[in-house]
């Protein structure tokens, strides 16, 4: 009986410590600096500001990582089946170079940036990241639907999307 109500007990405080993903991003990812495929500096904010009004599907990705590279045909589709969303993509590819080629090679529509400030930058502490791909959804106004995807499959981005 003793062993029981400990298990309950653990339990219980997990699932009352679950982690509450945010709505809105920080002050300090908002004004993180990222690269346009032209060299511009960009803040984060101003990306999101370009496309307000829209949802905006974020994708975070790296030439160099698989997974990300087996998201990209679903995104894709994805693109097809929602074209009035924005498609955002950061980069977190260890050069610009390959990070450009990538886009080219897999012929990548949407708006592309390169995280300069890299996983531990004040966008990518704030994101928490620790793989990648990793999808963001993004409504009209700026609230974040969708925190913490991992596949461009997880249903919540199509329903968060198809919500137009």
């Given at each position: 009986?003793?062993?029981?109500v ?79 969303a924005?498609?955002?993509?950061l ?28 996983w ?45």
């Amino acid at each position: 009986m003793k062993k029981i109500v400990i298990v309950v007990f653990i339990g219980i405080t997990l699932l009352g410590c679950s982690k509450e993903n945010p709505s809105q991003f920080s002050t300090e990812a908002l004004k993180d600096v990222l690269l346009s495929l032209d060299g511009k500096e960009v803040l984060f904010k101003d990306i999101l500001e370009k496309h307000k009004g829209k949802k905006i599907l974020i994708d975070i990705w790296a030439s160099w990582c698989p997974d990300c590279l087996k998201s990209i045909p679903e995104v894709q589709k994805i693109q097809g089946e929602q074209p009035e969303a924005a498609y955002v993509f950061l980069s977190l590819d260890r050069n610009k170079t390959d990070w450009k080629n990538g886009i080219e090679r897999l012929k990548i529509e949407g708006d592309h940036y390169f995280i300069e400030s890299g996983w531990e930058g004040k966008l990518g502490e704030f994101l928490g990241l620790d793989w990648i791909p990793r999808f963001l959804v993004i409504d009209e106004k700026g609230k974040i639907l969708v925190f913490d995807a991992t596949k461009a499959t997880d249903n919540l981005i199509r329903q968060s999307l198809e919500k137009m």
